[in-house]
């Protein structure tokens, strides 16, 4: 073989053949089981284990570049809470995120919306779910969370009264927060522990993108998270547990993703393997 | 097949060969889009600001105390900082303003004053949670007890993971040669270092990927309609 003409292959030829290797299983899907691991169980089960006069806070912090593996994760746990009955408040500590969380939102009450038959079944805005908004510099809403969410939050993101809203009838700081979870591209998850968990003792779950998962795993080893979503396949894997456990239906974006994402590795490691072999085969010439 | 009739659709898949053209080689279009995510970024960005932030906390206060003032509603609670409507708000815009002293050479030094209590603050409000949430919370993770070694395989990672902390912090210990013991220990330092990079660097394709396959999503099913 000739491993110089190999090694000096056109990039722009990998490019393609990573192309064809992510876009065929997207059309020709192959559909590999989705294993669940104890660290998205874990979250699945503080937030299932909520109790009535609780409610579920979500800080959805991400950018529109880190969707494709953050916004599952969203869609997945707003399916859960809504299907359990489960109070939800949101907020962002990034500006950018805003305008994706009203979208997924509205995806998914539209979603429960379509199959409900009773008001009971219906998830109303205000009701069953709040969407808080953006206000910055990060520290200060979780800080201003441990005293009063609705003081510090009097509007919601529609320009809505919060006080009077039925779902925050008796949530009033982190002490009536069954869990917070952070979507992030960044660092929120930590500063919800440093800031919210330390002084406030609430429990904290985080889901993040693949290339910051390896900087979280101390903090999940240490028990301050209560669960961790590794990217695009934690999200699969709570897609997964969702439609099993929950039995909700709907679209699985991260599942759909899965098969590409296995080949798309299978590529990566026979492009590293040969590599390797062509560069100490060319070095012994040498 | 169906490809989508919705124009937003259009002008995303515009915008994401745009982008990918990049891979073929450097090109107008790639400059196109690059630039115009630069520029609607920093529209959305300031307007967002400017409505959430600058709007509902400096101009309506101010504006609110100003007219209650000369319309014979002042009271003494317009100079208090807890009430919504108040006049201080104005001592902290001006504070805020200062950032622009540096575009004025005489006055430059007053940028100093916003950067300064902006640091002075969040340093205050940092640190000590950064050792309490991290640094000692981090430490005690690290102790090997008993509670740990309630099965074969828990132990030996708690070991694992004393063993690996310690040989990288020797690691990256530069007051004494690396010699004999210390040698060996930041020898296998390394070692738990590289399975890191190693860890990192998988992940690391698997989010660029993860990106690619939501990109290539878009296309095949949003677009072109190939996916149901």
């Keep these: 073989m000739n491993w110089e003409r190999l090694l000096m292959l056109d990039r722009r030829v990998i490019f393609l053949i990573m192309a064809l290797v992510i876009a065929l299983p997207i059309i020709f899907p192959f559909g590999l089981p989705t294993q669940v691991t104890d660290r998205t169980q874990r979250l699945f089960d503080t937030i299932d284990a909520t109790r009535e006069d609780q409610a579920v806070l979500l800080s959805t912090d991400y950018t529109p570049q880190t969707e494709p593996e953050l916004h599952p994760m969203y869609i997945s746990i707003l399916r859960h809470c809504f299907a359990r009955n489960i109070k939800v408040l949101m907020v962002t500590l990034y500006i950018e995120a805003a305008g994706l969380m009203d979208v997924g939102l509205r995806e998914v009450m539209d979603e429960f919306n379509a199959r409900a038959t009773t008001h009971e079944d219906s998830i109303i805005m205000g009701e069953d779910v709040v969407f808080l908004g953006w206000k910055p510099p990060p520290i200060i809403p979780i800080l201003a969370m441990g005293q009063d969410i609705a003081g510090f939050y009097k509007q919601d993101f529609y320009n809505q009264e919060t006080a009077t809203m039925p779902v925050m009838q008796g949530i009033k700081n982190y002490r009536d927060i069954s869990i917070v979870v952070a979507f992030s591209s960044g660092s929120s998850p930590l500063w919800f522990v440093q800031f919210a968990q330390t002084r406030f003792g609430v429990k904290v779950g985080a889901g993040v993108t693949a290339v910051s998962v390896a900087d979280f795993y101390p903090y999940l080893e240490s028990g301050q998270f209560s669960g961790l979503l590794g990217g695009m396949k934690g999200a699969a894997e709570y897609e997964e547990l969702v439609e099993r456990e929950v039995g909700v239906q709907g679209r699985r974006r991260a599942t759909e993703g899965m098969s590409s994402q296995s080949a798309a590795h299978i590529a990566i490691m026979v492009f590293v393997i040969i590599g390797n072999i062509g560069y100490f085969a060319t070095r012994r010439k040498r | ?228």
Aim: contains cysteine; charged residues 10%; glycine residues 10%.
């Design chain 2, 1 to 228: 097949m169906h490809i989508s009739t919705d124009p937003w659709v259009w002008i995303g898949v515009f915008l994401t060969l745009c982008m990918f053209s990049f891979l073929y080689r450097e090109n107008g279009f790639y400059r196109f889009g690059e630039h115009l995510f630069v520029g609607v970024s920093n529209g959305f960005g300031v307007s967002f600001m400017y409505n959430n932030v600058i709007k509902p906390n400096l101009i309506d206060p101010a504006s609110e105390s100003f007219r209650l003032a000369f319309t014979g509603e002042f009271s003494w609670n317009l100079f208090n900082p807890m009430e919504d409507v108040n006049f201080i708000v104005i001592i902290f815009g001006m504070i805020g303003c200062l950032y622009f002293a540096r575009f004025i050479p005489k006055i430059s030094w007053m940028v100093r004053i916003p950067i300064g209590i902006f640091m002075g603050y969040y340093t205050g409000l940092s640190v000590p949670a950064y050792f309490q949430g991290t640094v000692l919370r981090q430490v005690g993770a690290t102790i090997v007890n008993p509670a740990k070694m309630s099965s074969f395989g828990e132990g030996l990672i708690a070991i694992l993971v004393l063993i690996g902390v310690i040989c990288t912090i020797i690691y990256f210990f530069f007051s004494k040669e690396h010699k004999g013991v210390l040698k060996g220990a930041s020898w296998v330092g390394i070692v738990f270092i590289m399975v890191g990079f190693g860890a990192s660097f998988g992940f690391t394709v698997m989010a660029r990927m993860s990106l690619a396959i939501g990109r290539f999503t878009f296309l095949l099913r949003d677009w072109l309609g190939l996916v149901q």
